[in-house]
C-alpha cells in the first residue's frame, strides 16, 4: 500500500487549490488523483472569460484560470496522477484508485481532501414527458461536444433552464452558426447572472420566457421539435399556453448535483438541501480527516470562492496530519440555517478549532429585496446587513470574528435568516 | 431624441435603464439604482464592447481545437466579423497561453490569443 | 435461401433463433432496427412472472409457468442477471381480500409452486415499506427479476454463434407466397426466400399476419410508462410488489431491477401508433399516484429516468402461436404482451419444436449452448483486477462513472458477436450510461471509442439507428485537428 500524507481526489480548481495550499503549509507527500487526461476539470470546457475578478483581479477564461493553479501545482511538483478513478474511500482513509497505467491500487492517505465537483441533473430526474430521441443533451456535455471535440450537437437549439451554463452555451451555439430559438425557464427569476442573460441573450435576440418549461419531445429517432408551455404558482403547465418550436437539439441547464457518490460509501454524512457532506468550521466531514471543498461541498457561484474555500480544506488538512487540529473537547456550536437562508457551509464551529474569522456561505430560498441579513447567537441578534438584492443563483455570506463568539460564553446556536425589517 | 432600454448588468437587481440621446450624446440615464448603473448605461450606448470567446483548428495537436479570446474588448457590432476570422485561423500544434491566434482581428487593433495549451503530438 | 426467417430480433425472435440453432437449418432474422432488443422487450418491468395472473388452461398461463421454470437454467448457461426475489400481490381494502384467494386458486390450477397467502403482519414483516393499509398479500417466491436486454442479447448471440445469421435495419415490407411454394419477404435491403416465416414482431405482429391470413388479427399498442429510480433507492422494497390485478393488466407495480435500481410502472393506455414510446405528463403522475397506494415513502425524486414501453396486446388477449392455419409455412408469434419476456424460453422451445417437427430438422453436433457475458470486473478481487488490467489495460481505464464500467467492457460489447454499433448498444450490453448522470458524462468518451473502434465518423454515430445521430457537423465547418 502507498503512503500519502494528503489524498486529494479531483483535480478541478478545488482539489488545485488545496493542494498547493497544503504545500504552503508545510505538507510534503500530496497526491492529486484525477480521472480526466488533464488538470483543470471543468474548467477547461469553459472557454469563456469571466473568470477570477476577486482572485486575481482580472476577468480569465476557464483553461486561464485553470491554468494559473496548474502552473502552481507544477512549480511545487505536488504529484499528481491523470485518467484515475477513485473507486472508493473507506472510512480509515484508504483510497483505491484505478488506472491503465498502474492497476488497481490503495493509498493509506493521512488526509483525504474531497474535491469531486458536482455533475448536471439529467433530463430523467425532470421528468419532462415526450419521446427520447438523440438530440438532447444536459448543457455540460454539448459544451463539452463543441468546445473540447469539436462537433456540433445541431443546428437549432432549444434550451431549458436559465442558469449561466445555460446561458452560455446559448451564445456560444449562436457563435458557432447555430439558431437558438428560445430558452425556457420554469422559475419565475433566471438563475443566471445579469451580465450573461444581456451577452449571452440579449446581445443575439435570443428570447427568454420565464415561468416555462418543456412540456412535450417529439421526434422517434432525432428530436424534430419541443413544446413549452407557461406554468403557474406551482410548476404546472396552463393549458392553452403551448408554443412549438421545431429544433434539433434541446439543452438541459436545469441544476448542478455534487458528485458524492465516493463520500457517501466512506461514510460521510450529507446535508439533505446542499447534497454535499455536512462539515464544520475546518470543512471536516465527520469523518475526522476527510475535508471537502469545492462544488463537491456546495455548489458555488463563482469559481473563486472554490479556489478559497479550498485553499482553508488544504490548510485545516495540513493541520489535522500534523495533530494541530485536536478536538479540545469544548462544545460545539450548531449554525442554522432559516427563514429564506437555505442551508450554511459549515453547518457547526468548534471555538477551539475557529480561525480568528470564519466566513459562512449560504443561500437564499428566493428572490429578497431591500432585506436583511441576520444572524442571532441563541436569541440575541448580533448581525443586522441590508442586502439590497439576494437572488437564489449567487452565493451569500456573513464573516464572524472568533472574538464575538468568545464574549457569549455557553453559545449553542447559531442562527443566520433574511428579514424584511 | 432618441431612447434605449438597457438591463443593467452590475448586480442582480438588473435595474431597468432608460437612456435618452440626441445626436449619439447621452442627455439623462433614469431607472438605475446607483452609479454603476449609470457608468455602465452611458458606455453601452456609445461604445458597447465585448470579449470574443470561441475555439479555433488546430492541427498536429492532442486537441483538434483551441481555445481563443480577443486580447481585450472589441466593439460590440465586429463580433460577426470576429467569428469569421477566428472561424477561418487554421492553427499549428504547439500553441501556448498568449500564443496570437489571429493578429489585428479585422483591423480593431487587438490580437485574438489562445487560452490553452495544445502540445504537439 | 433460408429454412426459416424470423421476423423481430427481440426476446420473442431471439428465444425461438437460440432454440433453432440446436438442429441443422438455415435460420436468418430480420429486425427493422439497428439492434436486437430494440422494441417491446427493451421497456417493460423486466420481471419473471410466478404465472397465478394468466386465465386457467390458457397459452399464457402455460408458458409463462414453464418459462419461469425454464429461466433459471438458461440464464445459468448463457449468463444472464437473473434473481428470485419473490412477488407480492397485496390487498389493501378488506372487501377485496377474496380476490387474493382467487388468485392464489388459479395460481395452483396454473401450476404456480409455493403460492401463499400473507397476512397483514406478515406481509409488513417481509416488506417494512408496504402501505399501512395492507391487509394482507398472495405471496409468490418463483417470482424474479431479469435483465431482459442482457437475456435477449444473450440469446441472440448465442444464436449467432450456432450458425443464425441477423440481419439489422432490415424492413418486411411485403410478405407472399410464391409459385415456387417458398415465402417471399420483400425487404427495403431486397429479398428474401424461406420455406418458413415466423412472425415474432411484436407489435406489428398483426401487420405481417394480416399479409398472409383472411383470419385478420389486430394488435393493440398498450403504453406503459415507467419511472427508473436510483439505486439509492433500490432497497425501498426487495421483492416485486403488485397491485391486484383488474381487466388493464396487471397494475402498477414496484420492483426492485436485477441491477440494483427501483422501478414503477407501468400504465396502461391503448393507443394507436406502433411507435408511441412518448411518455406523457398525465401518465407518469397517474403512476405516481398509484404506486403510492400499495407502498409508502416511494422516494419519486431519485428518478433518474422515465420511459415508456407498447405491450403488444391482441384482442383476445392470448399469446397467437402456431402456423396460420390459411398461410401454411408460416408461423404466428403474436399477441405477445406481458408475461411474455417470463414465458420468452418457453415460447422459443415451442416454436423450435413445432418447426422440427414441420422439417424434421436434425440435431447438430457441435451445438454450443453456454455463452460468457461481457466480464464484470466489479466481481474480482483487488488482485484478480489487478491481473485483468495488466493483461488488457482497457479494464483499467473507467468510461462511465455512475455505473463503473471500464474501457475493456466496452470494447467486449463492441467487438463479440452480435457487437454493439450504437450508444444505446453500448448501454444495454455494458450499462454503461445507465446510470444517475444518464450518459452526460460518457457519452463523448464512448463516441470516441466507437470511433476509434469501428471507424465510423463522429457524424455517422448514433444513439440507435437510423435518424439518430448524436452530432450534425464539426465547429468552424471545417475539417482539421486530430480526428
Known sequence: MLNYDIVIVGGGPAGLAAAVAARNAGVDKILILERDKELGGILNQCIHNGFGLHTFKEELTGPEYAYRFIEKVLDAKIEYKLNTMVMDISEDRVVTAMSREDGMYQIKAGAVILAMGCRERPRGALNIPGYRPAGIFSAGTAQRLVNIEGYMPGREVVILGSGDIGLIMARRMTLEGAKVKVVAELMPYSGGLKRNIVQCLDDFGIPLKLSHTVVDIEGKEHLEAVTIAQVDNHGKPIPGTEERYTCDTLLLSCGLIPENELSRNAGVEMSPITSGPIVNESLETNIPGVFACGNVLHVHDLVDYVSEEADRAGQNAAKFIKGELADNGGEEIEIVATEGARYTVPSTIDLGRMDDKLTVRFRVGAVYKDSYVSVYFDDERVMHNKKRIMAPGEMEQVILLKSKLEEKPGLKKITVKIEAE | MEKRELTCIGCPMGCQITVELNEGQVVSVTGNTCGIGDKYARNEVTHPERTVTSTAVILGGDKPRVSVKTASNIPKDKIDDVMKEIDAAVMKAPVHIGDVVVKNVCGTGVDVVATRNVEAV | ?483
Open chain 3, 1 to 483: 435461401m433460408y429454412d426459416v426467417v424470423i421476423i423481430g430480433a427481440g426476446v420473442s425472435g431471439s428465444s425461438i433463433a437460440r432454440e433453432l440453432s440446436r438442429y441443422n437449418a438455415n435460420v436468418c432474422v430480420l429486425d427493422k432496427c439497428s439492434d436486437v432488443c430494440e422494441g417491446t422487450t427493451k421497456a417493460n418491468s423486466a420481471i419473471v412472472h410466478a404465472g397465478f395472473d394468466a386465465a386457467e388452461g390458457s397459452l399464457m398461463a402455460k408458458l409463462n409457468v414453464r418459462g419461469n421454470e425454464m429461466m433459471d437454467e438458461i440464464c445459468k448457461d448463457l449468463d444472464v442477471p437473473f434473481k428470485r426475489n419473490g412477488s407480492m400481490v397485496v390487498c389493501i381494502h378488506k372487501e377485496a381480500l377474496p380476490g387474493l384467494q382467487d388468485l392464489y386458486d388459479r395460481g395452483v390450477k396454473n401450476g404456480v409452486k409455493g403460492l401463499r397467502i400473507l397476512s397483514r403482519e406478515e406481509a409488513l414483516e417481509m416488506e417494512p415499506n408496504l402501505s399501512d393499509n395492507v391487509e394482507g398479500a398472495l405471496y409468490a417466491p418463483t417470482g424474479g427479476i431479469v435483465c431482459p436486454f442482457k437475456l435477449n442479447i444473450a440469446m441472440a448471440e448465442n444464436a449467432n454463434v450456432n450458425g443464425v445469421e441477423f440481419r439489422f435495419n432490415t424492413e418486411v415490407e411485403d410478405i407472399k407466397k410464391g409459385e415456387d411454394g417458398m415465402w417471399h419477404l420483400r425487404t427495403n435491403n431486397g429479398e428474401y426466400i424461406a420455406k418458413y416465416v415466423v412472425n415474432a414482431a411484436g407489435v406489428y405482429a398483426d401487420k405481417f399476419h394480416n399479409m398472409v391470413s383472411a383470419n385478420k388479427i389486430h394488435i393493440t399498442p398498450r403504453r406503459g410508462d415507467y419511472c427508473l429510480l436510483d439505486k439509492e433507492a433500490g432497497t425501498h422494497v426487495t421483492h416485486t410488489i403488485f397491485p391486484q390485478p383488474t381487466a388493464l393488466g396487471k397494475g402498477v407495480l414496484v420492483t426492485p431491477t436485477v441491477h440494483g435500481n427501483l422501478l414503477v410502472g407501468p400504465t396502461a393506455i391503448d393507443i394507436e401508433n406502433k411507435e408511441g414510446v412518448n411518455t406523457t405528463g398525465e401518465g407518469i403522475g397517474d403512476l405516481i399516484a398509484k404506486a403510492n397506494d400499495h407502498v409508502k415513502n416511494l422516494p419519486m425524486r431519485k428518478v433518474i429516468t422515465s420511459f415508456a414501453g407498447l405491450r403488444a396486446h391482441e384482442d383476445g388477449h392470448e399469446f397467437i402461436i402456431g402456423e396460420v392455419e390459411d398461410a401454411k409455412g408460416f408461423v404466428d408469434c403474436a399477441g405477445i404482451e406481458s408475461p411474455g419476456l417470463s414465458a420468452s424460453p418457453a415460447i422459443g422451445e415451442m416454436v423450435a419444436n413445432l418447426l422440427k417437427e414441420a422439417m424434421n430438422l436434425t440435431e447438430k453436433e457441435n451445438w454450443i449452448g453456454t455463452r460468457k457475458d461481457i466480464l464484470n470486473p466489479e466481481n474480482l478481487s483487488l488482485e484478480e483486477r489487478n491481473e485483468l488490467i495488466k493483461k488488457n489495460p482497457a479494464y483499467g481505464n473507467i468510461i462511465c462513472r455512475c455505473e463503473s464500467i471500464s474501457e475493456g467492457e466496452i470494447l467486449d460489447a463492441i467487438h463479440r458477436p452480435l457487437g454493439a454499433r450504437t450508444l444505446d448498444g453500448v448501454k444495454r450490453r455494458t450499462r454503461a450510461g445507465m446510470g444517475r448522470c444518464q450518459a452526460g458524462f460518457c457519452s463523448p468518451k464512448v463516441m470516441e471509442i466507437i470511433h476509434r473502434e469501428l471507424g465510423l465518423p463522429y457524424e455517422e454515430i448514433t444513439k440507435s439507428g437510423g435518424q439518430s445521430k448524436i452530432v450534425t457537423h464539426r465547429t468552424k465547418n471545417q475539417k482539421g485537428g486530430n480526428q
